[in-house]
């Protein structure tokens, strides 16, 4: 049941991207998802050292559901985001930027797994970190690139 709910964060916040991409852009979307993600995920480092890596059960899906929900945000910008100047070979960029992921999230992944010791302490700061990595990485990215003016259809 757990699992359900926190894959249901997944799934509402693609329904809600699926809205929000529209008015504002993927980009701010990308920015508040992954300032959020930084921000949940540093209380919940602080929240997880204070009870010793066993916050209550509440606690740590209260933790969960927002990170999932950002993490649903998260995927398809960022993927479109990856492939958008590659469209005129879109099923070759697709394949590149699923490998290239992959091929990065496995050493991160292996990382924060072996550092697992039976509490929410290690994956707690994996997430921290690598959502920080992650906003660091986006706005040297863009530290070029003029910010786009969107436009209501209001």
């Not at 066993?54 to 559901?65: F, G, K």
């Not at 990382?111 to 994956?123: K, R």
Request: a positive charge; hydrophobic letters at 60%.
């Amino acid at each position: 049941m757990f699992f359900a709910i926190n894959a249901l964060a997944i799934g509402l916040a693609s329904f809600v991207n699926g809205r929000l991409v529209m008015r504002y852009g993927m980009r701010p979307l990308v920015k508040i998802a992954l300032f959020a993600l930084c921000s949940i995920a540093l209380l919940f480092v602080g929240i997880a050292l204070l009870t010793a890596g066993q916050p209550p059960l509440w606690m740590l899906m209260a933790y969960l559901i927002p990170c999932f929900f950002c993490l649903g945000i998260l995927f398809g910008n960022m993927n479109a985001l990856a492939m958008k100047p590659l469209g005129h070979i879109a099923g070759v960029s697709s394949a590149v930027v699923g490998s290239l992921s992959t091929f990065v999230a496995i050493p991160l992944g292996t990382v924060i797994g072996q550092a697992y010791n039976g509490t929410v302490t290690p994956p707690a700061m994996g997430f921290a970190v690598l959502a920080f990595s992650a906003l660091v990485l986006m706005y040297w990215a863009n530290r070029d690139q003029p910010e786009p003016v969107v436009v209501s259809e209001e």
